[in-house]
């Protein structure tokens, strides 16, 4: 892609994947709600975090459609490791999981490579 090609394309591509992203993000902490005191069995379906948590996956799935219509490949996909940030700030936040220091750096590493990318 030519650094032509890289100046026309506008924010809206990175905001569907934002949205996307997130809601991907969402599905995994509904999902981890409703298995925290359950075991794996038909019962699930009755529950609404099942129904809320596939609504979520589809949406996003929806979304990132449009995302690889916009955007490279090589620029999109790196965006995916996104979800370990959202997610790991879902668990401490929502199911107050702790993240270690350790964590946090990583976590940060994935946030300045995103940054390196989208810059290119």
Known sequence: M???EL???T????IMAFFSIVLSSLAQVLLKLLMRHQLLSFRLVTQPLFYAGFLAYGLS???WLQ???KLPLVVAYPLVSLNFVFVALGG???LHERVSWSM???LGLIIGGIFV???S
Do not use: F, R, S
Request: aromatic content about 8%; cysteine-free; charged content about 5%.
């Open 117 to 119: 990318i989208t810059q």
């Open 67 to 69: 995302v690889l219509a």
């Open 61 to 63: 799935a929806i979304l």
């Open 104 to 106: 946090a750096v990583g």
């Open 11 to 14: 924010w809206v591509p990175y």
């Open 2 to 4: 030519t650094a032509e």
């Open 7 to 9: 100046q026309g394309l």
């Open 92 to 94: 401490a936040l929502v």
